[in-house]
């Protein structure tokens, strides 16, 4: 069974830092991307970033380039969000995901960016 849990969630003022984990479970992880979504209350769930299966691509939505870094940790079966940088606007449910919309998603932790 795909297992996808996710931690490092919380309250951080603007400007902060946050690093998101996700453990993987149930499937050969070291041979499948992996991503985040974000879902912010009241909208639509939104890609954040995607990770190849060895680390060696990665790809941002705009919203997020340059302030926010995927990777992932084969060995530990665990894929990373760092998250710096951060506005009021990232303020959502961070989800993990393989295999894109129609794929696995873990629960979700909640980010909440204010002062």
């Known amino acids: 069974e795909v297992q996808l849990v996710e931690s490092g969630g919380g309250l951080v003022q603007p400007g902060g830092s946050l690093r998101l984990s996700c453990a993987a479970s149930?499937?050969?992880?070291?041979?499948?991307?992996m991503g985040w979504f974000r879902q912010a209350p009241g909208k639509e769930r939104e890609f954040v970033a995607t990770?190849?299966?060895?680390?060696?691509?990665?790809n941002y939505a705009d919203s997020v380039k340059g302030r926010f870094t995927i990777s992932r940790d084969n060995a530990k079966n665990t894929v990373y969000l760092q998250m710096n940088s951060l506005k009021p606007e990232d303020t959502a449910v961070y989800y993990c995901?393989?295999?894109?919309?129609?794929?696995?998603w873990g629960r979700g932790t909640q980010v909440t960016v204010s002062s």
């Open positions: 995901n393989r295999g894109g919309i129609q794929g696995y």
């Open positions: 149930g499937f050969t992880f070291s041979s499948r991307a």
């Open positions: 990770i190849s299966w060895s680390g060696g691509s990665t």
